[in-house]
Each structure stands twice: as structure tokens, then as C-alpha cells.
């Protein structure tokens, strides 16, 4: 996406100017491990893709902020007195959940004409809204003159989403596409913020990406149920030891403690968040060593974990494992992101990609009667100004 095609966009939705038209970019991200560890004080592994949001915005003199994009036909003119209300379910939320916690912060907006493209397949779980308020966040910044660091920024975005669209989501959406860099990965402890950038040398694999098509929504889904869960699960366990985060138990002290949560299926779901944590250590140091079998085992675990203890997965992503699984040269394959629906995302011999997909799709849809889609991922760089 370039540009040109970026300013036509936002000419046939607002007309034309002499103001200047000012470029942004945010991607989207794939989590390699550690899932549903960041709201529990976790660690992560996500790295930012080639794709993501594109936002080409312009200054007006009108107390308005009109928003426009090219993925969806609703559009949106905001006052600017009306700039911190939301509108119903609609896309524009996640800008202006931006727009608000930065109010809240002493920002005031002036008129502003946003035109969004995005190339992350919609509902997919590659942090499409994370994407949309990190590009919104870091154009503001830049435009105004705010003086935010980037942490701060990412910090707002999550806070958009929580308190503005209502999605009880960790920070490592928002981290992964503000702080990213091509060729590494981030390995993010969740509770204290601090990172690691770890260069992706896959010597001969590739990451594949393979999207289920399910309609899913996160806001909607059983997202926040597994957040109350944990929750649930640490006020059994701090009789026994005060913690804020499961994360802070190892696997160990966990045995230990686990007879103390009464509810079985609490239990299971505090159980992954503990073991999650743990091998998604065990697996950066594993990359670090050049050790990617034992790599790829730790993914299929966590997917297992996931599946069993979690219960995030559903046919369409067990479905897709289980086929990748099947494949020669497919060493780990697990479900990526929130669940529910979404991506799954496989470390694959270069000579196995093409059998993979090949392969993987129709019995994917023999079984589900959906067309997954396949990408072979890039690591890219997070938001900033084109």
C-alpha cells in the first residue's frame, strides 16, 4: 500500500485541500508463545508483521474529526465537545478511545480529516484494533507535538481498548505493534514492562500463518470470563501466598497450592497461566541456543495447554493444528492470539511450506466447511511515521 493510494482514499471520502496530508503505519503481530499471560504478569513472545494500518490524516479548520476507512463502509464526523463518546460497536471506537485517554492526559484536539486502510484480515486475532490505536496514537503525538515515549503511547492504547471499547486485554497487542522491529521478536515480562528484542534467526524455517475465517469478536467473546477466572483463581491462592499475578508462582509452587481453588475448571485455567509462563522462557532461551525442534515442542504444548486447560481453542484452530501437525517439516503449530477463532501460526521447514498449505486447506474445509488462508509471515517494523 503506498502513498498515493492512501491520499486518493482520503480525497474521495473528504474532498480536497491545501492542508498537507501527513502518513502513518502500524502492524499487526503474531504472539509465538505465551498466550493469555499478559493480563496474569506474564511473559510473551510477539513480533510485528509486514501488515498492518495504514492512516493518512490532514488538519481542518471545522470543529470536527470525520473518520473514514476503506475496510468498512460505516464513517463517522465527531464534534470535537463529542469526541470522548462512543458509537455503539462500531470500528471508530478504537480511535477514539485514543483520542480520549489523551484528553484525560490535557490533550485538545482540533479538526482532523483520518482516512484508515488496513491489510490485516479482519477478525483474524493479529491485533487489528491494537494496530488501528497505536497508528492513531502515534499521529497524534507526532501532529501536536505531545512528547510521548513510545511505552507511554502503548500504555494509552491499551487503556483505550479497557476503559473506551471494554476489552479487559493485557498490554502485549499494543507493545508488540509499537515496539517491534523487523527481525526480532519481544520477549515482554507484562507486569514490569521490561523487553527484550531477540533477533528471529530461523536458518532455514519459516513462520506460517493460517487464519480459521471464523467470525469472531473479542469484546463479545468469553475473553473477559477467562480474566475473571484468573482472578478467581489468585484470591483462592493468596491464603496461601500473596500474589497479584499468577505468574508469580512456578510450576512447582503451583502444585503445591492448587488443592486451595475449589472449582475444577478454575484450577485448569490458573494451571496454563502458570505453566504458560514457564515454557515461554524455557522457549526463548531454547531460540537463543539454536535449539528450534525444542522450539517448535513447547509451541505444540502450549497449544495443548490452550486446547485442554484454557478451552480457547474450538474445532476451526484444533482443526488447523492437527492438519499442520500431520505435515513433514511442520516442527511446532498452535493457535495464536485471544482463540475463539482467529490464526494459528506453525514453524515449518522452507521445503514444507508449500506441501503445508497445499495440504492443510482442503482438509481444513473437508472438516469445517470454511477457507483458511495462509501467509507467510515478515517481521516488521512497529508504528511510525511514514
Not at 463529542?82 to 462500531?90: F, M, R, V, Y
Not at 499475578?245 to 481453588?261: C, K, N, R, V
Not at 501460526?345 to 506441501?355: N, Q
Request: charged content about 25%.
Amino acid at each position: 500500500m503506498n502513498k498515493e493510494f492512501l491520499r486518493d482514499e482520503l480525497i474521495a471520502a473528504f474532498g480536497t485541500s491545501n492542508e498537507p496530508i501527513h502518513y502513518f503505519f502500524s502492524p499487526g503481530r503474531v504472539n509465538l508463545i505465551g498466550e493469555h499471560t499478559d493480563y496474569n504478569g506474564g511473559y510473551v513472545f510477539p513480533c510485528a508483521l509486514s501488515f498492518g494500518t495504514f492512516l493518512a490524516v490532514r488538519r481542518i479548520q471545522e470543529p470536527v474529526v470525520r473518520m473514514a476507512t476503506t475496510n468498512f463502509s460505516f464513517r463517522a464526523g465527531i464534534r470535537l465537545e463529542k469526541i470522548s463518546e462512543k458509537i455503539g460497536d462500531e470500528w471508530v471506537n478504537y480511535p477514539l478511545g485514543v483520542f480520549s485517554e489523551l484528553m484525560k492526559r490535557g490533550f485538545t484536539p482540533s479538526g482532523l480529516e483520518m482516512l484508515y486502510s488496513g491489510n490485516i484480515p479482519n477478525k483474524s486475532g493479529l491485533s487489528s484494533s491494537a494496530s488501528i490505536e497505536l497508528v492513531t496514537a502515534v499521529a497524534l503525538d507526532d501532529l501536536y507535538g505531545l512528547g510521548y515515549n513510545r511505552v507511554e503511547l502503548v500504555k494509552i492504547g491499551r487503556a483505550a481498548e479497557n476503559h473506551f471499547v471494554g476489552v479487559n486485554c493485557g498490554i502485549m497487542d499494543q507493545f508488540a505493534v509499537g515496539m517491534g522491529k523487523k527481525d526480532h521478536a519481544i520477549y515482554l515480562n507484562c507486569d514490569t514492562l521490561d523487553y527484550e528484542l531477540v533477533p528471529m534467526d530461523l536458518k532455514g524455517y519459516k513462520l506460517v500463518i493460517a487464519n480459521t475465517n471464523k467470525s469472531r469478536g473479542l469484546a463479545d467473546s468469553k475473553y473477559n470470563e477467562r480474566v475473571a477466572e484468573c482472578q478467581s483463581a489468585i484470591k483462592a491462592l493468596q491464603s496461601a501466598k500473596k500474589i497479584q499475578y499468577l505468574a508469580e508462582l512456578t510450576g512447582e509452587e503451583f502444585a503445591g497450592y492448587q488443592h486451595l481453588i475449589s472449582d475444577e475448571t478454575v484450577m485448569r485455567r490458573a494451571r496454563h497461566a502458570v505453566l504458560e509462563n514457564e515454557r515461554t522462557s524455557l522457549a526463548v532461551q531454547t531460540l537463543k541456543d539454536g535449539n528450534l525442534i525444542k522450539f517448535g515442542e513447547l509451541m505444540n504444548a502450549s497449544h495443548d495447554s490452550l486446547r485442554d486447560d484454557y478451552e480457547v481453542t474450538g474445532i476451526e484452530l484444533d482443526t488447523l493444528v492437527e492438519e499442520s501437525r500431520k505435515i513433514p517439516g511442520v516442527i511446532g503449530s498452535r493457535m495464536t492470539g485471544a482463540g475463539f477463532g482467529g490464526c494459528t501460526v506453525s514453524l515449518v521447514t522452507d521445503e514444507a511450506v508449500e506441501t503445508m498449505i497445499r495440504e492443510v486447506g482442503p482438509a481444513y474445509k473437508a472438516k469445517t466447511g470454511l477457507e483458511a488462508d495462509f501467509y507467510v509471515a515478515e517481521i516488521g517494523d512497529g508504528a511510525k511515521r511514514l
